[in-house]
């Protein structure tokens, strides 16, 4: 059984979660109903000292993040959030997206026959054995 620390930390993350989901959703009323609504209710079932009474709250909150992962929309990649990605690009580092440009059998740089070559190549490297003859990827 977690220490009241460990709850209250534990808490306290699904709570940052619940406020942004709830910051994502499109419509303005919605958004401040639904802040004013998570702090109320949080503040309220804060000093809870009944250990079933909060495992009850806490299921509670765990349905709402639930139900609005379903119900807002995704952010756009690269909207807000500040993370950037980095990709190998002839050997360096670079900033950008995993997009490669060539070697492709669909842009007709490589043969079909240079695409199972890699292919076999990059399933020993990535399983440590060969393709077996019944697989088809």
């Not at 009850?56 to 139900?67: P, Q």
Request: glycine share 10%; net charge positive; aromatic share 6%.
């Amino acid at each position: 059984m977690p220490g009241p620390a460990a709850a209250r930390a534990h808490i306290l993350s699904r709570y940052r979660e619940l406020l942004r989901l709830i910051a994502r959703l499109p419509e303005a009323a919605k958004r401040a109903e639904g802040l004013a609504e998570a702090r109320a209710t949080t503040r309220a079932r804060a000093a809870e000292a009944d250990p079933t009474a909060a495992l009850a709250h806490a299921k509670e909150l765990a349905a709402r993040i639930g139900f609005l992962r379903m119900i807002t929309p995704r952010e756009a990649p690269g909207a807000g959030g500040g993370t950037r990605r980095y990709v190998l690009r002839g050997g360096e580092l670079v900033e950008g997206a995993g997009e490669s440009k060539g070697e492709r059998v669909a842009d007709g740089t490589i043969s079909v026959e240079d695409a199972h070559r890699w292919n076999e190549r990059h399933f020993k490297r990535f399983h440590g054995h060969n393709k077996g003859k019944n697989m088809f990827f």
